[in-house]
């Protein structure tokens, strides 16, 4: 299970993540760039630590929400997981408790449901709290276009809003639906779904990631390439890893450093650093001699390495680390919101 509040930035642990997200992975998956509930994000409010407490700010900066909650998250579909006293609850963008903290865990809304855990059975909210889904499942996803994987007995299914089953239980593991096809496991092989529950791309590579722009990155042996949407391999495996395609690129691992591919199958911008972050709002964070700055899509330095770990920008900021602590920059390398813990 994905715990709160750690996340892995290309082999990097750390104590934040810029979303709580609402999948309890099974396995081994790997969704190391932009996730579901990044791409959603609805509030341009940010999320700060002060004093050992989480609260909002603003694009300027400005405090909106007083930082008093043990843990929160970013808002999507104008709610926030918030934590106190060891229970989960949620805020709207006012700071109001709308959904008071009783769950164990719970995870971001999608859809207008959200996945909580009670009684360590995973079931689903809508806004107000209520429970639409009982909680029964040992495993369990968010809904990602108007289907949820779970786990019933030892195999995994997909069920829609209802709670209803509509897609059977057969699958070893399973995965969100990401442009009408869905990752799938039978024995230890991994192939493609579509809604209907068709398999249409059959189960013959090591591991996947989920369809961006057309194209999903696929494991063969210890090697990795991208196939299309017809299950075609249209960039040989070649890479020590690859990554989802966003603003038109896609990270990828030579050797031991990190660069990035067009969709042509040619280098875009030269493996040659150390960490690395997928493209969004045109810029990406890499890291040079142990400090990180960010690249534009040409792969000049547009904001010089400077940080300790530097994060995607979302709605114009970005969240870094400095000597242990939390700050975001705009787009041009200024603080917004100073270092704090």
Known sequence: MQCPPYFSLSGITGIH??????????????????????????????????????????????????????????????????????KYGYIDEMGKIVIKPQFRLAY??????????????????????????????????????GLAAVKIDEKYC??????????????????????ELSAVELGDKWGYINSNGKLVIKPQFDETLRFSEGLAAVQVG??????????????????????????????????????????NRQIAIKPRFDRITSFSQRLAAVKIDNKYGYINTNGKIVIPSQFDLALNFTSGLALVYVGGKAGYINKVGQFVWYPTN
Do not use: C
């Open 108 to 145: 971001a809304f999608s859809s207008g449901l959200a996945l909580v855990l009670i009684d360590y059975k995973h079931g689903y909210i809508d806004t107000n709290g209520k429970i639409v889904i009982k909680p029964q499942f040992n495993q369990a996803l968010a809904f990602n276009q």
């Open 158 to 179: 997909y069920i829609n809003p209802s709670g209803k089953i509509v897609i059977k239980p057969v699958f070893d593991d399973a995965r969100h639906f990401y442009e």
């Open 222 to 263: 210890d090697k990795w390439g991208y196939i299309d949407q017809a299950g075609v391999m249209v960039i040989e495996p070649q890479f020590e890893q690859a990554w989802e395609f966003t603003e038109g690129l896609a990270v990828v691992k030579i050797g031991d450093k990190w660069g990035y591919i067009a969709p």
């Open 17 to 86: 993540q810029q979303q709580m997200q609402a999948l309890n992975l099974p396995g081994q998956y790997k969704q190391t760039s932009n996730t579901l509930e990044s791409k959603r994000v609805s509030s341009p409010l940010f999320r700060v630590i002060k004093n050992g407490k989480y609260g909002f700010i603003d694009q300027t900066g400005k405090i909106v929400i007083e930082p008093q909650f043990d843990l929160a998250w970013n808002f999507i579909d104008g709610r926030s997981q918030i934590k106190l006293d060891d």
